[in-house]
């Protein structure tokens, strides 16, 4: 059986979640409350939108539709300014050894992400080359714990759902990997990850073994 691998991007293969903390920090700031590192975390695998949400939730800012719309253009206007300058450095450790092996393999591998601006991002690092498939916040209409962005993935790899393997750092993102029945693999804290099917801190703990017991799997 043919097998994809699905990955999402912030997280696992760059660290952009330090400019969206970033980004996020200054609009707080401007709206008169700080915002920390930790509640930062819970804004991963979340798509834009609901961040906003649950940021205003937080300062206890109401908001008409247009201040909403505004700071989300301000959010990521900002944003986009913090990672104009990234390159290959920002790529996490051993992410590029998978990708290689994968290609090298002929096996199918797409990117499952909530960004918006997942293209650009690859493009900038040098890793585009290697996605037969880009699903990102462009192309969905339900945010991670929800499927959608994976199956949609599958789809466009015209790989059976269930015969995907999905490399996640967010609670969200690897429910919506379960909700899918594909093979989750956790990339950060095994214990807040708890729910993968395999946890690993980074990609220099995966073995190249791992994987070709993935694809025959």
């Known amino acids: 059986m043919k097998k994809g691998f699905i990955f999402d991007l912030d997280g696992v293969i760059v660290d952009t979640a330090k400019y969206h903390y970033l980004a996020w920090k200054k609009l707080a700031h401007e709206l008169g409350f700080e915002f920390t590192k930790e509640q930062n975390e819970l804004f991963k695998g979340v798509s834009r939108k609901r961040c906003l949400e649950i940021l205003l939730e937080m300062g206890k800012v109401d908001a008409t539709q247009e201040q909403f719309d505004t700071w989300m253009i301000e959010k990521n206007v900002d944003y986009l300014r913090y990672i104009e300058h990234m390159d290959a450095s920002e790529i996490l450790p051993d992410v590029p050894?998978?990708?290689?092996?994968?290609?090298?393999?002929?096996?199918?591998?797409?990117?499952?992400?909530?960004s918006k601006n997942a293209r650009p991002i690859l493009e900038k690092v040098g890793l585009l080359h290697y996605f037969d498939a880009i699903v990102d916040g462009n192309n969905v209409t339900k945010a991670k714990p929800d499927p959608e962005v994976f199956l949609l993935a599958a789809q466009q790899l015209d790989v059976n759902a269930t015969d995907c393997v999905v490399?996640?750092?967010?609670v969200?993102?690897?429910?919506?990997?379960?909700?899918?029945?594909?093979?989750?693999?956790?990339?950060?804290?095994?214990?807040?990850?708890?729910?993968?099917?395999?946890n690993f801190t980074d990609f220099t703990e995966i073995s190249i073994d791992f994987i070709q017991e993935l694809i025959e799997g």
């Open 97 to 114: 050894r998978i990708l290689e092996f994968l290609q090298e393999n002929k096996v199918p591998i797409a990117l499952g992400s909530a």
């Open 167 to 170: 490399f996640e750092d967010a």
């Open 172 to 198: 969200a993102g690897i429910k919506a990997a379960n909700a899918a029945k594909m093979i989750s693999i956790g990339i950060g804290d095994e214990k807040v990850l708890s729910e993968a099917h395999f």
